[in-house]
């Protein structure tokens, strides 16, 4: 019979629509040599065919038996598999951590927006990318929200999606501390967990209520 994917087990069925893949979260892509040699020593544990660094800073694990999903999750700390209708992993740059671009400490507040918010079920696939500054490595703009530093805090940018179909967010606001910033995604979340349609993405949430009805309800 062929398979298909197990989102209840965080796995995606590959193209041979036998074997699956799956991604342990990295929290923005920051983790140390030990995160790095667990993922390596379970994917030859399990005989996965290869490993791929994906678009959403995490290393997928490809390859992999259905019968062995349950072991290979326990084998993580942290064995949440974020796929499927919920706030996938989000898209940090370094910040001011190293980068000399930076205006603002965009891993601080990407890693404490993924301690609140990473896995929370959606109405749609939910994506988030945190930059440093204009340059937007995080693709910010194209983000269901999108968070990038200015002078004096964080722009903020809603309604964004890429695919086949790519959607450039609107401006919403600036704000200038990151505990003002966690609370206004907070809230934009809760609008949209609470208004948003099965598998209807926030910009075409405010795309159906309008920009302006939206603003008024989060701002």
């Known amino acids: 019979m062929t398979k298909t994917n197990r989102l209840d087990k965080g796995a995606i069925v ?76 989000i898209k940090i740059c370094p910040g001011t951590r190293s980068c000399k671009k930076a205006l603002q400490d965009s891993r601080g507040l990407g890693l404490a927006l993924d301690k609140a918010f990473y896995g929370q079920t959606m109405p749609a696939k939910f994506k988030m990318g945190v930059s440093g500054c204009p340059n937007c490595c995080s693709d910010s703009w194209m983000k269901d929200i999108g968070l990038f530093g200015v002078g004096d805090g964080f722009r903020i940018i809603v309604g964004g999606k890429g695919g086949r179909a790519p959607v450039k967010g609107t401006f919403l606001a600036d704000i200038g501390s990151a505990e003002e910033t966690i609370k206004l995604v907070g809230r934009i979340i809760g609008f949209y967990v609470q208004n948003g349609k099965e598998n209807e993405r926030l910009g075409q949430l405010i795309e159906r209520i309008g920009f302006g009805q939206f603003a008024k309800e989060i701002i």
């Open 14 to 89: 590959q193209r041979d629509l036998e074997t699956y893949s799956v991604s342990p979260h990295i929290a923005g892509g920051f983790c140390d040599p030990q995160t790095l040699r667990k993922i390596a020593d379970v994917a030859e544990k399990y005989g996965a065919e290869y490993l791929k660094l994906t678009g959403s800073q995490r290393i997928a694990i490809i390859g992999v038996r259905e019968e062995n999903l349950d072991d290979i999750w326990s084998e993580f700390d942290d064995p949440t598999p974020a796929v499927g209708p919920c706030i996938r992993s």
